[in-house]
Nanobody
């Protein structure tokens, strides 16, 4: 089971990006998803969280600008980021609590994507 992150890049202040994490392997359930970010010289921080039931939580710094959601058909996790600010510049990581069939058994575990760089600059 792997999470492949994509969607980062360079964007001007006020712009938008959509980050994705595609889950591959014998995934049978996505139970909870977190997006973290780590800016240079700073600690990793939790940006957004969603449960399988659709309940969400956001860091105060991104409320109203970021949206976390899951496409269970595509087994893909998303973070839609609007009205981006220079202080949003960071490497963004997805983490998902996945259920998967491994060696014939159902296993529930946390998986991390590899990180994708978002740079907000004019």
């Amino acid at each position: 089971v792997q999470l492949q992150a994509s969607g980062g890049g360079l964007v001007q202040p006020g712009g938008s990006l959509r980050l994705s994490c595609a889950a591959s392997g014998n995934v049978i359930s996505i139970n909870a998803v977190d997006w973290f970010r780590q800016a240079p010289g700073k600690e990793r921080e939790l940006v957004a969280h969603i449960t399988s039931g659709g309940s969400t939580n956001y860091a105060d710094s991104v409320k109203g600008r970021f949206t976390i959601f899951i496409d269970n058909v595509k087994n893909t996790l998303y973070l839609q980021m609007n009205s981006l600010k220079p202080e949003d510049t960071a490497v963004y990581y997805c983490k998902a609590d996945l259920g998967a069939v491994v060696a014939g058994s159902v296993v529930f575990d946390d998986y991390w994507g590899q990180g994708t760089l978002v740079t907000v600059s004019s």
